[in-house]
């Protein structure tokens, strides 16, 4: 298999200093003359990963075999604001990622002050079809409960989204509710213009148990939403992706 990786790391900055420009934009376009060679990587791609926290960006082309996954692209950054990452990544892959049929994210934990990041983020990849959740990230939730106007058209947020997981601690039963019910769970007017988001095929809850400590009314409404064999309970640990 042909393979690239890429790995930057920057020097771990002071918390009062992170609001301070870093140098990678000169840095991404210093390695984008790269990029052509790569794009038949990200286009024959099986499935594209990307983890992304506060102060890092990974993002991974793989070939799928019968054994593993065989990572053909890995681009890691560390330590460097993730916004103008993605930003190059999608300027220079972004055409060739519209046939990947499976784009996975991951979003992991964001301080209290910086959760409206995380829905910026994964707002820069509409094609994402597999999402997890680490913790609270109830802006992200929100941020897929309600189409957007986009050019006089509404569209939904991530709208081939088929997997989602999260943990039951970190999220109001009622949001989660709100979300399902939003997107899946009413059939839009004939004359509205907003096409219906992909359904779930798995809406994973990661708990302490495989018995929700919600409200039954709830879990019974979202269950009859998504599908009996679409909703799903997984004891916290199990966090392999989706």
């Known amino acids: 298999y042909e393979r690239f990786r890429l790995v930057l790391g920057f020097p771990e900055e002071e918390e009062e200093e992170e609001e301070e420009e870093l140098p990678i934009n000169d840095l991404l376009q ?47 950054i560390i330590n460097a604001p993730p916004i103008p990452v993605l930003d190059w990544l999608i300027a220079g892959f972004g055409d060739a990622m519209n046939n990947v049929p499976t784009i996975r994210a991951e979003v992991v934990e964001y301080p209290s002050g910086k959760k409206e990041l995380a829905v910026t983020a994964i707002g820069k990849f509409p094609l994402v ?13 929100r941020y897929l409960s309600s189409p957007t106007l986009v050019d006089g058209t509404l569209q939904w947020p991530l709208p081939r989204l088929t997997k989602l997981k999260f943990d039951a ?29 992909s359904r779930f095929e798995f809406l994973t809850i990661i708990n302490a148990s495989t018995k929700l400590n919600w409200d039954q009314k709830v879990v019974d409404r979202i269950r009859n939403i998504v599908g009996e064999d679409h909703l799903q309970v997984t004891e916290r640990g199990i966090w392999a992706l989706l």
């Open 169 to 197: 601690e970190s999220y109001d039963p009622k949001v989660i509710l709100d979300m399902v019910e939003s997107r899946y769970g009413h059939t839009l007017e004939a004359n509205s213009k907003a096409q219906l988001p």
């Open 30 to 76: 210093s390695i984008s003359n790269v990029v052509p060679s790569l794009l038949h990587l990200v286009a024959s791609a099986e499935g594209i990963g990307i983890n992304l926290t506060p102060r890092s960006c990974r993002y991974t082309s793989y070939l799928q075999t019968v054994a593993r996954n065989i990572a053909s692209l890995d681009v890691g």
């Open 129 to 141: 079809t597999e999402l997890q959740l680490s913790r609270d990230h109830t802006p992200v939730i």
